[in-house]
């Protein structure tokens, strides 16, 4: 369905990838990852057609529909509501909408074009429901309800959510337009526990292929099928969840780290034959022979090894039995109240959690 071929992509001096492929069928629920700056964010622009590689090729349906949630996307338009915006995702259901309206309005003027109007109207209705055109406002006011709204937010003007907010309706736009691929690019970052799991069971249940990058590691063990790995500029996949990919990556690692360390250990028993005998004429065609070896020998690359960095936390002085105290805590914005009664009594060495709905204190 979306194939990249051979693909090589630099960044000024920065090569991200070099000759790689890698394949999204038809209900694929596929975990990126790779070290930051190592080229998500770019396979996300190429699938796209946002960016295109310097060598090979991205091939993808003409008509295969594509939602695409990114971090820097928070624009909203200032004269919708929020409810308004999420339906707007549905670019298609939208505008047809839009010309429904349009025609309604020229049936009601007449005219000589009545019946061309007419016509006109059916064909659009009829694509209008093929979409789900009539249930796009329930199922827009589903899935915002699923990321956290609540009923009160559907019909305040969207330019009045803050930074997160906004990115949850983002996110909402484009579950809303039910395409054919989900590229999902840190869908989670903003989303409390219970909308993550909401988040889960949409994924899960959606019958398209998502790729999809995510910090949660229990988000991917539960939702991806296949892992795909960017690293050193190629891409690796390995059929399973998170936790089977580090399990098999772990191996595949030792396994190369085992084959270099055997190859160079070979390489240096022969370079210190070479050396040792190579002055011996008796010895002049094991020399020679043994040397074309070594050259012939395809060399295998150093596994990389991430950098280990050494830190400490400075000592603190010891504190007292109960570190925080609070009692007859009362807390409200305006009208809302958030917290009133509370008695808290944290105690050293405790470690709390704390949980709660957005908006709940």
Known sequence: MISLSRVTRQHGHRVLFVDTSFQLDPGDKVGLVGANGSGKTTLFRMIVGEESPDEGSVDRPKRLSVGYFRQDADDVDADRTVLEEAMAGDAEVSA???????????????????????????EVQARF???????????????????????????????????????RLQLARVLIQAPEVLLLDEPTNHLDLESILWLETFLKDFSGSVLMTCHDRDV????????????????????????????????????????????QAMLAKELRFI???????????????????????????????LQERKFQFRKIHRSGDDVIVAKGLRKAYGDHVVLDGLDLVVRRGERWAVMGENGAG
Request: aromatic fraction near 8%.
């Open 96 to 122: 047809l909408a839009a010309e429904l309206q349009t025609l309604e309005a020229r049936m009601e003027e007449g005219g000589d074009d009545f019946d061309a109007v007419l016509e006109r109207y059916g």
């Open 129 to 167: 429901g093929d979409l789900g055109g009539w249930d796009l406002e329930a199922r827009a006011a589903s899935v915002l309800v699923g990321l956290g709204f609540v009923d009160r937010q559907l019909q305040q003007p969207a330019r009045s959510l803050s930074g997160g907010w906004r990115m």
């Open 220 to 263: 991917m063990d539960r939702v991806v099928r296949r892992i795909a790995e960017i690293d050193c500029g190629t891409i690796r996949s390995y059929t399973g969840n998170y936790a089977f990919y580090e399990k098999m990556r772990a191996e595949d690692a030792a396994r190369r780290e085992a084959e270099y360390d055997k190859q």
């Open 275 to 305: 050396e040792r005998f190579k002055a011996q004429p008796r010895k002049a065609s094991q020399v020679q022979s043994r040397a074309k070896m070594v050259d012939r020998i395809e060399r295998i690359e150093p596994p990389p090894r």
